[in-house]
């Protein structure tokens, strides 16, 4: 609470949500393994090698897919 008392001292109001009017959130974050070279940007077929890494927030209906 000492941030909200900060920002309403500097004259912001705010008001207190329970998180069911917040959108979730579904991410993939691809980390490519040391030494694999990106391909260059027009070429799209060629793989690189890397990991996935996925989440997606639980309070929500949503899924992180990546293929």
Do not use: C
């Not at 001292?9 to 979730?24: C, F, I, N």
């Not at 980390?31 to 391909?39: A, D, K």
Request: no cysteine.
């Amino acid at each position: 609470m000492q941030v909200g008392n900060a920002l309403r001292g500097k004259g912001h109001e705010l008001r207190v949500v329970d998180g069911s009017a917040v959108g979730g959130y579904n991410a993939i974050l691809f980390t490519p393994l040391p030494g694999s070279m990106p391909p260059a940007a027009d070429d799209l077929l060629s793989p690189v090698n890397g990991v996935y890494r996925a989440g997606s927030d639980h309070r929500k209906d949503g899924q992180a897919v990546g293929w």
